[in-house]
């Protein structure tokens, strides 16, 4: 009963400051609708109090990899970091966080079917079919909840795009984007960037790094038409990791911590696997919830 607490606490936290977004894959033959966020896009979303719309929260919610038969998303603001896993199946739209799960949407989709979340309260399916605007645009076909204290909208292909709360609570989505998959940082001077003619646009600086939207056979996509070529001088990571309360362990490939880092310093990430941050070399990091993950 403590977890649940614990978990429904959190929830309501992420749900109200951190506007997150469901993960979903097709359900059973009763409903052919799929509520997936893409994990190539990254997701903005404003939180604010109706009466105080100058206090506003932004936070971006973007893919790390997959776990637990969900996709891991992170969710991040200036001042706020958190992971959590999003899974859509046969029973419904499921949140996790540290082994429990939360049922924010059931199956099947009909007109005032009911359902437990997880944590003995119970939700409501409202309406269907409604049209919903939000600063992100508008989105069609949505289902509406009642949760008990707010009205929640599920868009198909999105999941949640606006939630209304009974005590004025508001969050909605603001801005989908494409996602850069990782980073390249330039280890020498002269490494050029080349625009989409192929013509040298300009020598890139030791040091210096680029976000990568796409890795070909022979370069890396850096956006808007633009790439580097591949070498030894030019080196590609997903992202980065770091604690803030406690040092991390980094594993040798036989499983034994190889090295503890110092709480704050920042490790440079090449992938996600199993549950795993893989550090190279058959090294890797072990997914916990008090590693933050910057891509």
């Not at 899974?87 to 009911?114: M, Y």
């Amino acid at each position: 009963m403590k977890n649940k607490k614990i978990f429904k606490v959190m929830l309501l936290f992420v749900l109200i400051f951190s506007v997150v977004m469901p993960y979903s894959t097709s359900y059973a033959a009763v409903s052919s609708t799929n509520f997936l966020m893409d994990t190539s896009k990254t997701y903005t979303y404003v939180a604010y109090k109706k009466n105080y719309k100058n206090e506003k929260v932004y936070r971006t919610v973007s893919f790390i990899g997959k776990k637990d038969k969900g996709d891991l998303w992170n969710i991040k603001s200036a001042d706020y970091s958190s992971q959590l896993i999003y899974l859509q199946d046969t029973e419904g739209l499921k949140i996790g966080f540290r082994g429990s799960w939360f049922k924010e949407l059931g199956f099947p989709l009909v007109k005032e079917n009911s359902w437990d979340p997880g944590d003995g309260t119970k939700l409501r399916i409202l309406s269907l079919n409604n049209t919903v605007k939000t600063q992100g645009g508008t989105f069609f076909n949505c289902v509406e909840v009642d949760s008990g204290t707010g009205i929640s909208h599920f868009a198909p292909n999105i999941g949640l795009v606006k939630f209304i709360g009974q005590a004025g609570d508001m969050y909605e989505l603001v801005k989908i984007k494409d996602s850069h998959i990782g980073r390249i940082l330039i280890k020498q001077k002269d490494v050029k960037l080349y625009n989409s003619k192929g013509k040298v646009h300009r020598a890139l600086k030791k040091g210096e790094g680029l976000k990568v939207f796409k890795e070909n056979k022979d370069s890396f996509d850096v956006g808007g038409g633009y790439y580097v070529k591949k070498g030894k001088d030019v080196l590609f990571y997903t992202g980065l990791v770091y604690s803030l309360d406690r040092q991390i362990d980094i594993y040798s490939p036989q499983g034994k911590v190889y090295k503890k880092v110092p709480i704050g310093s920042t490790i440079r990430i090449y992938g996600f696997e199993d549950g795993k941050y893989l550090v190279g070399g058959g090294y890797y990091i072990n997914f916990d919830y008090h590693i933050q993950y910057d891509k």
